[in-house]
């Protein structure tokens, strides 16, 4: 085993070392894939998420004699995505339209040297094979929190209230009052419980605070006592012990293989008959049939997000189709707001990398061949 990790650190060594002699001076080839706007992508300036707006730093980048090459066509060996790996130094990818870097392409990339993910989350990537090559994973912590959050909320409201169906009746042309309000509910004195209290949990947790919830959340961190005290969250050691106290639970742990279908049938089971759940962080965090089989027995008396796995979710994916749902595409933390954050983002850490500097530290997911503590 020792002679297996001195081995494994002279690659690892050799490997930083090549990519850090390629990283400053130089046209660099820089590929960008995201999700294709088409009529969409004139409707407004700042829509610089799209492919058409490319993160609006194509005229910067080429101005500097990089090339930059951005499509949505990412899937399949025959892909576009694919004609660029070997050759690529940069990749830039999205949560929402997610280009997924196996270790196999990651073997193909020779001259990869960076991946960017314009947003939060990089589970996408291949993290232990991005570790092993010595590339560096960045994404733009923070860049949308506030637009996760706010849209938890907005879900959580949607559910209690029974919004949908009243919609729907109006569109159809009808008018039912009791179809809607005998299973619609005040959020005032409910007990909404998040895993996973990092950004986007606490501030879940703040905007919950008026609303005079009862406040749980599980997380392997506490919240700093003061912030703690001023929300009013009371912290649930015991994931298995919390679920049950919760009528309402909101997932905000990010997916590694330790949250990788943590919400199986057994779990569910725990939960309260009649309990809501709130789902913006990652699809595959979910069993995907033991939540479409809970909402259709009732037990889980309804489910919203906007994460699905696979992504773009397939036209049978379940959840589709399951009653008492609030699905939508990916579309939380895409905001226009939360896009400029993040395009301002990613080009502040693209111009640091063609200088040869470190990006802010709480960007990184992997540096050096380390892993970020969230996914270990």
Known sequence: MAMWRAAAGHLLGRALASRAAHTSAGSKKIVGVFYKAGEYADMNPNFVGCVEGALGIREWLESKGHRYIVTDDKEGL??????????????????????????????????????LTAGIGSDHIDLPAAAAAGLTVAEVTGSNTVSVAEDELMRILILLRNFLPGYQQVVQGEWNVAGIAYRAYDLEGKTVGTVGAGRIGRLLLQRLKPFNCNLL?????????????????????????????CDVIVINTPLTEKTRGMFNKERIAKMKKGVII????????????????????GHVAGYAGDVWF??????????????????????????????????????DMLDRYFKGEDFPVQNYIVKEGQLASQYQ
Not at 223 to 239: H, Q, S, V
Not at 278 to 286: E, L, S
Not at 312 to 326: F, L
């Open 78 to 115: 025959n892909c576009e995505l694919e004609k660029h790996i070997e050759d690529m130094h940069v990749l830039i990818t999205t949560p929402f339209h997610p280009a997924y870097v196996s270790a196999e392409r990651i073997k193909k990339a020779k001259n990869l040297e960076l991946l």
């Open 217 to 245: 959340y599980h997380d392997r961190l506490k919240i700093n006592p003061e912030l703690e005290k001023e929300i009013g969250a009371k912290y649930e050691e015991d994931l298995d012990v919390m679920l049950p106290k």
């Open 278 to 297: 709130v789902n913006n962080a990652r699809g595959a965090i979910m069993d995907t049939q033991a939540v479409a089989d809970a909402c259709s027995s």
């Open 310 to 347: 696979p992504q773009p979710a397939p036209k049978d994916h379940p959840w589709r189709y399951m009653p008492n749902h609030a699905m939508t595409p990916h579309i939380s933390g895409t905001t226009i707001d939360a896009q400029l954050r993040y395009a301002a983002g990613v080009k």
